[in-house]
């Protein structure tokens, strides 16, 4: 049998291959050679078999015959033959193999050979590759090998017992009297290792860190000789004596001195030393100083050394290298939480870094900038954001605008800069906001009031300009439908007010009906926009148009809510202007159930819509069924709230010259004729209003009498809605002494215009007589002011065929109910 | 350190090692990434990304990429100068080393990283005690060949 090839005319003639198919093809001869030859348990060239096996291992062909093969060569006495053998084991066997273990013996027998050069082959492997198993059997060894006076197998022992430690941690203890004069070692290898050693022992184990302790001084001492020392040709780097071991011990310092008043004094000289005098001209300097700003950072020194470390920081952030800029916008985003004053101190360059063309580091900077936003600078760094917003890449996008929001949220300095912000954020970055902003931006430009105007004008002419970024659409074509009145009477103060033609309006959301840009969700937003406008425009025929056109459209959910639009124009127009309603102001609630948000009665599609609860599933039929069935089964309608009184008396007007000085909260559009015998309205809704939804935290406030008149009682009692303690929550109980039933029973109630008003639906109208039942209905009273609570409240019912209309004032409210 | 690998501009790798146990897929797919990754970056972009919950810190010299995946709570700056070290012991050793010797004497950089680096970590901070130790285990080497690779090259075993 000729001799194998030698390993570098291998590699030599599997590069002369030119395809892959080549390349295979020779590898699977040399494979089959080298198979037959270790059958043949060949003892002279199994050491080169190996190595070529390994070559060809890397070039990523399977090589896991060979394995034993390691194992033999480990066992073998020729140096060469080790050296290959645990090479091989290192590269080809892992702990999840069981011949792995079969090792072991192969390396206790080595760890005690005679040449230092075989024990370190043994250290290296089973430091790199060890499992567990072995680790356990074999940690004895390694401990004594840790007492070595022989440096060079010393420092192996000590990274060796670090892997020990970090895959059997229960082994810890047993390094510890070995560690006794680690530190009194000159030679650095041992030094460097013997810090790794420590700094393992002390980050897995309190009691460790706290036995270590003691050995600051003599850390300190030895990085002060590393500095102070004249040049050593050994461990110098650029100037600097062994960079690695000052980092390490700086590392172990810093674990040392964190929490701990003592070691951090002991360290403060040598850190302010190391801060100043390291040369910063090459990256060896940098990352020494580097280290130390950590560790100043992280342990308890005092502020003159902090502001040190940050101002190092901020000359980091001028330093050409990209690198340096990167690790100090690192630091610095970890720093910021605890020394917010300082780092503000480097905003300009700071959001200069949003300009770098390293995707990194404007990711870096993007997220500092963040941190540091506040009150004051607020105008200044939400121009930069803004800037930096328009021209970052994509991915960036939905972070930064998630983070404007955030940040214009709590610092706004106007409303209308919260709206110009948000508008813009709107215009350049449309596609990428998160989902849950649309509901927010809705809320919150419901809750500025004033700028209604304003926002509807700016939002229309952004719709003008471009109408493919869908949240942008979606918002504009809610706020067109909200607030379309304004838009065409030109009220705007803030800015010129523009000339718009309701058919223009118009044009704009039938065009984002039909536009291929547009999702389904747009197009249900602006469906039920058109179909507002209904009651602030005067083109009503060509909305009603629309809305029956839709009537047939293959998308379900538009085909619903034309289906219900059209019922409203034919079969319920009169109730058309009360559903069509302008939107209360919503609260804003931590959590985003439907039922924890205020609820109006007999909402429209568009409410349920736009609570917090994304609207691109409404809700199923059954709620398109409610809302027929409460208006066909009831004459009573449902009690509507509106807006503070700027706006003149919209729920038809009825009601409401009641209460001069009082604002309007409720009041039923007209009843018509015929009293249809009442049915129990289907409790759909009413299950989400009527039950107490709202934690009783309140349970002690007592219960009181509002009206006790001609037979008809009704009570109060009162619940304290938990997520937000300003509302109070009542329920009215209604009771009918007389032996008549009063039929056709309205409550409304009105409050001072400190307060907000809401009511629930109720739970019938009809009070049984001779006390047989009860009716119940919810008040939430919003209370932001803390006054006293006052209510007016009015009632109508027909008894014994005539009506019965009284007023009432209800002023005997318990101080718990209000304060 | 987790792992650290030498691969040219072409993707080809010239050195893998590993200081965490994984199966050979794994590492397989692991390796591929992190060279997409790194090659896909511009020359004027930093040495340092984040992948998964490790940083990546590498750096180009001449037509090897040497690569190293670090914890989060290393410095990475102080991982640029291992990593330059490691260049200089393969320097001094291979004589103005270039992907060559690498290449057609990949063993020997294997050693010369395990008298370097253990367990992922530095284990001596002296090129001069590194490149001593290599030579002196060359020269084991040696002695124990010599006898036999003579009649060997005569061919005459």
Known sequence: ?819 | MQFMLLFSRQGKLRLQKWYVPLSDTQKKKISREVIQIVLARKPKMCSFLEWRDLKIVYKRYASLYFCCAVEDQENELITLEIIHRYVELLDKYFGSVCELDIIFNFEKAYYILDEFILGGEAQETSKKNVLKAIEQADMLQEEAETPRSVLEEIGLT
């Open chain 1, 1 to 819: 049998m000729p001799a194998p090839i030698r390993l570098r005319e291998l590699i030599r003639t599997i590069r002369t291959a030119r395809t892959q198919a080549e390349e295979r093809e020779m590898i699977q001869k040399e494979c089959a050679a080298i198979r037959s030859s270790f059958r043949e348990e060949d003892n002279t060239y199994r050491c080169r078999n190996v190595a070529k096996l390994l070559y060809m291992h890397m070039l990523g062909y399977p090589a896991h015959f060979g394995q034993l093969e390691c194992l033999k060569l480990i066992a073998s006495q020729k140096f060469t033959d080790k050296r290959i053998g645990y090479l091989g084991a290192m590269l080809l066997l892992d702990e999840r193999q069981d011949v792995h273990l079969l090792m072991t013996n192969c390396i206790k027998n080595d760890l005690n050979h005679s040449t230092q050069y075989v024990q370190g082959l043994s250290l290296c492997t089973l430091g790199c590759m060890g499992s567990s198993e072995m680790c356990r059997d074999l940690a004895g060894e390694v401990e004594k090998l840790l007492k070595t006076s022989n440096s060079y197998l010393r420092k192996k022992a000590a990274l060796c017992a670090v892997h020990v430690i970090r895959k059997v941690p229960e082994l810890m203890e047993m390094f510890l009297p070995a560690t006794k004069n680690l530190l009194s070692e000159k030679n650095h290898g041992v030094l460097h290792t013997s810090v790794v050693l420590l700094t393992e022992m002390c980050e897995r184990s309190p009691d460790m860190l706290s036995h270590f302790r003691k050995l600051v001084p003599q850390l300190v001492r030895i990085l002060k000789n590393l500095i102070m020392s004249g040049y050593s040709p050994e461990h110098d780097v650029s100037g600097i004596s062994d960079p690695f071991l000052q980092v390490r011990i700086l590392r172990l310092l810093r674990i040392l001195g964190k929490g701990d008043d003592d070691s951090s004094e002991a360290m403060n000289d040598i850190l302010a030393q190391v801060a100043t005098n390291t040369e910063t001209s090459k990256n060896v300097g940098n990352a020494i100083l580097y280290e130390t700003v950590l560790t100043i950072m992280d342990i308890k020194s005092e502020s003159g050394l902090r502001v040190l470390a940050i101002n190092i920081l901020g000359r980091f952030l001028l330093n050409n290298d990209k690198n340096i800029r990167y690790v100090a916008l690192t630091s610095l985003l970890k720093t910021v939480q605890t020394d917010h004053n300082a780092v503000q101190r480097h905003r300009s360059t700071i959001v200069d870094c949003l300009k770098d063309l390293d995707v990194s580091i404007k990711r870096r900077a993007m997220e500092l900038s963040f941190a540091l936003v506040n009150g004051n600078n607020i105008r200044g760094m939400m121009k930069e954001l803004l800037y930096f917003l328009d021209s970052c890449d994509p991915d960036f996008k939905a972070d930064c605008a998630s983070g404007i929001f955030l940040a214009a949220e709590k610092y706004a300095p106007s409303k209308r800069w919260h709206i110009d912000t948000v508008m813009r954020v709107l215009t350049t970055a449309g596609s990428y906001v998160r989902d849950d902003s649309v509901p927010n931006l809705i809320q919150l430009i419901t809750n500025s009031v004033e700028m209604h105007a304003y926002t509807v004008q700016r939002l229309y002419k952004a719709l003008l300009d471009d109408i493919s970024q869908q949240p942008l659409v979606q918002v504009a074509s809610w706020c067109i439908g909200e607030y379309g009145d304004l838009l065409v009477s030109g009220q705007c103060e803030e800015e010129e007010p523009i000339q718009v033609s309701e058919d223009e309006v118009l044009d704009v959301l039938e065009g984002l009906l039909v536009s291929n840009l547009s999702t389904p969700v747009t197009r249900a937003y602006s469906l039920t926009a058109i179909m507002k406008l209904s009651t602030r425009f005067s083109s009503v025929n060509r909305i009603k148009k629309v809305v029956s056109i839709y009537g047939s459209s293959i998308d379900v959910e538009l085909q619903q809510r034309a289906v219900e639009y059209n019922a409203l124009f034919k079969k319920y127009d009169h109730m058309r202007p009360a559903l069509l309603e302008r939107m209360p102001i919503m609260e804003k609630t931590a959590t985003n159930g439907p039922t924890d948000i205020a609820q109006t009665n007999g909402e429209t599609d568009s409410t349920i819509l736009d609570t917090k609860h994304l609207p691109s599933i409404t809700h199923p039929a059954s709620q398109a069924n409610d809302l027929l069935d409460l208006l066909g089964g009831n004459d009573v309608v449902p009690v509507i709230q509106t807006t503070v009184p700027t706006k003149p008396a919209s729920a038809g007007g009825e009601l409401l010259d009641l209460l001069g000085d009082l604002s309007l909260t409720g009041g039923p559009t007209p009843t018509p004729a015929p009293s249809v015998p009442m049915s129990q309205p289907p409790f759909l809704l009413d299950g989400l209003s009527s039950q107490p939804i709202f934690n009783d935290i309140a349970a002690g406030i007592p219960p009181m009498t509002a009206y006790n008149k001609n037979g008809l009682k009704i009570e109060f009692t009162f619940e304290r809605s938990n997520p937000s303690p300003n509302i109070a929550v009542i329920t009215i109980h209604a009771t009918n002494s007389t032996e008549a039933d009063m039929t056709e029973f309205v409550f409304q109630a009105a409050v001072p215009k400190t307060f907000q008003l809401q009511l629930l639906s109720p739970s019938s109208n009809v009070v049984p007589a001779l006390n047989q039942g009860s009716v119940t209905q919810v008040i939430r009273v919003l209370n932001p002011q803390k006054q006293q609570l006052r209510m007016r409240i009015k009632l109508t019912y027909t008894h014994k065929g005539s009506p019965v209309q009284d007023l009432a004032e209800v002023n005997n409210f318990p101080p718990q109910s209000w304060q």
